[in-house]
């Protein structure tokens, strides 16, 4: 019986052999890079698994390929030394991208990353955020370009193809205008992006067979993603996830070309075929660090960016990456500080610290959170703010003798709550003491 083959453009086998597909399109022509588990590295055209399963690299004709959507190595290139490895990206990113100093280098480190993704359990995404003209897509170009197989999509793309692509290919997703407004496809890109940091997360969509059974298919998104936009999601776990560069915040840099090189796509193929190489070295070394945690970040954001610090040797770059971080919890503590969850969440506090013992009435809640507000804004209803208690802070709340009220025991919940919303600090929670706690709550106010 003649063996099955099938086209691939990479695969960790059972033995931890890697196999990564190259493309070389001046010979228009695919074929395998393999490294066997003891390091040792060959090129063919095909590789037979102990199964009878022949492997062979997807054909050069093929339309992803062909056209540049994915972008893949052309041959293994040399690695010697990670450090003038991230060196070299920084300078190649320098030259065609105006980025800040400190996200140039989460940049590099998030490059190194997206190829070796697949040794760690979560991921962030790496976003650039602003208005049109700002460099956005510029930047998602260059980076993109030096990516783990970078697939290029945009927010206008019809979903299904994406959705086909991420689960044949994998590798790195770079999607420009992820915000698009009026499109039927921004629910479904938003389940890509929110099952896409954790592996394992499948998204399951209705498909049938060709005897028009019904065959839901567990569609696998999980991977780096690189992502364009000009706003932010209104979902805040979504945001969360993001390690984010906002463009157009300074004057661009005179040297940066304003039309991209041919050189680019030079450099970035032989960029690409080093960390190749660094993949071979690098995948069954590499995995997440605990000792890498930043100190005091809340656990979602320490859990995209672990992956990330996890690859960076250098303690001084870790730790600018993790001041970059830590302001970037406290600019969305602040925001969050800000908002109406906020605000009631104050009055309750108040409202508990008053009368320990006793439920807070809905019509209590109202009348001090109208209090709280400022005199332009116009006044809530208990029917908005009992809305916003039990859909967006998850309080509950029952009827007492015809009357609605937050029990005492979501108390705990309501302080639990400020932490989260920056209102206290943590070690406020600590302290058992009602009193001390709505002290604090009044000070961070």
């Not at 206008?156 to 290919?169: C, E, N, Q």
């Not at 979504?238 to 984010?244: D, H, I, K, M, Y």
């Not at 005179?254 to 070295?281: C, G, K, M, Q």
Request: proline residues 6%; charged residues 25%.
């Amino acid at each position: 019986m003649p063996a099955q083959t099938t086209p691939i453009v990479s695969r960790v086998c059972d033995d931890g052999t890697l196999i990564e597909a190259l493309y070389d399109v001046h010979k228009s022509s695919t074929s395998l890079a393999i490294c066997t588990p003891d390091g040792r590295v060959s090129i063919a055209p095909d590789f037979a698994l102990p199964n009878g399963e022949c492997l062979v690299a997807y054909s050069a004709a093929n339309n992803l390929l062909s056209t540049g959507c994915v972008l893949l190595p052309s041959a293994v290139g040399d690695f010697e030394d990670k450090g003038d490895l991230v060196r070299d990206i920084q300078a190649f990113l320098h030259r065609h991208v105006d980025l800040s100093p400190v996200f140039k280098e989460i940049s590099a480190h998030y490059v190194l990353l997206s190829w070796v993704h697949d040794a760690f359990n979560e991921l962030g995404y790496l976003r650039f955020r602003g208005d049109y003209g700002t460099g956005k897509t510029r930047a998602l170009l260059a980076v993109g370009s030096l990516c783990y197989k970078p697939f290029f999509a945009s927010g206008a793309s019809t979903v299904s193809p994406i959705f086909h692509v991420l689960d044949a290919i994998g590798g790195t997703l770079v999607l420009d205008e992820a915000d698009l407004r009026f499109s039927d496809a921004t629910a479904d890109l938003t389940k890509i992006l929110n099952n896409g940091t954790v592996k394992g997360l499948p998204v399951l969509r209705t498909m049938s067979n060709r005897h028009r059974e019904l065959n839901p298919h567990a569609f696998r998104v999980f991977g780096p993603k690189l992502i364009g936009m000009r706003e932010s999601f209104a979902d805040k776990a979504l945001e969360s996830r993001f390690l984010t560069e906002e463009t157009g915040v300074r004057p661009l840099r005179s040297d940066i070309p304003i039309h991209l090189p041919e050189s680019l796509s030079v450099e970035a193929t032989a960029l690409r075929n080093r960390l190749l190489a660094w993949r071979f070295y690098a995948r069954h070394r590499v995995g997440p660090d605990p000792a890498r945690l930043v100190p005091g970040l809340e656990p979602r954001r320490n859990q995209t960016a672990l992956a990330l610090l996890s690859l960076v040797d250098d303690e001084v770059v870790r730790q600018r990456i993790a001041t970059a971080l830590v302001g970037e919890e406290a600019r969305v503590l602040n925001e969050r500080a800000s908002s109406f969850e906020a605000t009631m969440l104050r009055v309750l506090l108040h409202a508990f610290e008053r009368a320990p013992k006793a439920p807070v009435s809905v019509s209590d809640a109202t009348r001090l959170f109208n209090e709280a507000q400022d005199p332009d804004e116009p006044p809530r209803s208990c029917k908005w703010v009992g809305s916003v208690l039990r859909t967006k802070l998850r309080l509950r709340t029952e009827r007492v003798r015809g009357v609605y009220v937050i029990p005492r025991s979501e108390r705990r919940m309501v302080e639990t709550l400020a932490v989260r919303y920056g209102i206290v600090q943590p070690n406020a929670v600590a302290d058992q003491a009602a009193p001390g706690f709505a002290r604090a709550a009044r000070a961070y106010a």
